[in-house]
Antibody, heavy 121, light 108 residues
Framework: EVQLVQSGAEVKKPGESLKISCKGS????????IGWVRQMPGKGLEWMGI????????RYSPSFQGQVTISADKSINTAYLQWSSLKASDTAMYYC??????????????WGQGTMVTVSS | SYVLTQPPSVSVAPGQTARITCGGN??????VHWYQQKPGQAPVLVVY???DRPSGIPERFSGSNSGNTATLTISRVEAGDEADYYC???????????FGTGTKVTVL
């Protein structure tokens, strides 16, 4: 079964760092892009960025460039989303997702279960 | 940047047809994908590449795309179709994905 399994919910304080993960299984991890999507409470979906684990080619939405870092470790089939200094406005659900076609950007047919990040003093 | 505009809400009676629009500049030249998201759940792909359905998605879900508007049509609406729906494209000019603003479908 093809699936993406994300790390668990996090509660952090403003200014702290954080790295959440997304582990792929059931497919060739290096041949598919992995994207990250933010959903703030009660709001819509926002595309943050995407990485190709095969060569770590990474693209960011202008809204998130410089605010987060996307990375991947192909040896353990895992993609990451990290913050160096969290803000309260980073409180949101974060999803990883995989396009349906290898080596291309298309519809996301596989989604992780989501990681809830809460930033509060 | 490329913007996709959806109506905030659509209401429909059971058994009727719901149409959800997604407006964007010359969106007919792009491939449009649609997602369904129920409360507390991750999004689910219901239509890709304008009008194709992933396996397991009922034929009641269909899509079209022309000019400046793409449309997701849900025929013979059921109570279980009540959810938020989002359109999505890949904007080749900026090399970015874009999501629509989202539409809440309410089954009366």
């Amino acid at each position: 079964e093809v699936q993406l399994v994300q790390s668990g919910a996090e509660v952090k304080k403003p200014g702290e760092s954080l790295k959440i993960s997304c582990k792929g299984s059931g497919y060739s991890f290096t041949n598919y892009w992995i994207g990250w999507v933010r959903q703030m409470p009660g709001k819509g979906l926002e595309w943050m960025g995407i990485i190709y684990p095969g060569d770590s080619d990474t693209r960011y939405s202008p809204s998130f460039q410089g605010q987060v870092t996307i990375s991947a470790d192909k040896s353990i089939n895992t993609a990451y989303l990290q913050w160096s200094s969290l803000k309260a406005s980073d409180t949101a659900m974060y999803y990883c997702a995989r396009p349906k076609d290898s080596s291309s950007w298309g519809a996301f047919d596989i989604w992780g279960q989501g990681t809830m990040v809460t930033v509060s003093s | 940047s490329y913007v996709l505009t959806q109506p905030p809400s659509v209401s429909v009676a059971p058994g009727q047809t719901a149409r959800i629009t997604c407006g964007g500049n010359n969106i007919g030249s792009k491939s449009v994908h649609w997602y369904q998201q129920k409360p507390g759940q991750a999004p689910v792909l219901v239509v890709y590449d304008d009008g194709d359905r992933p396996s397991g998605i009922p034929e009641r879900f269909s899509g079209s795309n022309s000019g400046n508007t793409a449309t997701l049509t849900i025929s013979r609406v059921e109570a279980g179709d009540e959810a938020d729906y989002y359109c999505q494209v890949w904007d080749s000019s900026s090399d970015h994905y874009v999501f629509g603003t989202g539409t809440k479908v309410t089954v009366l």
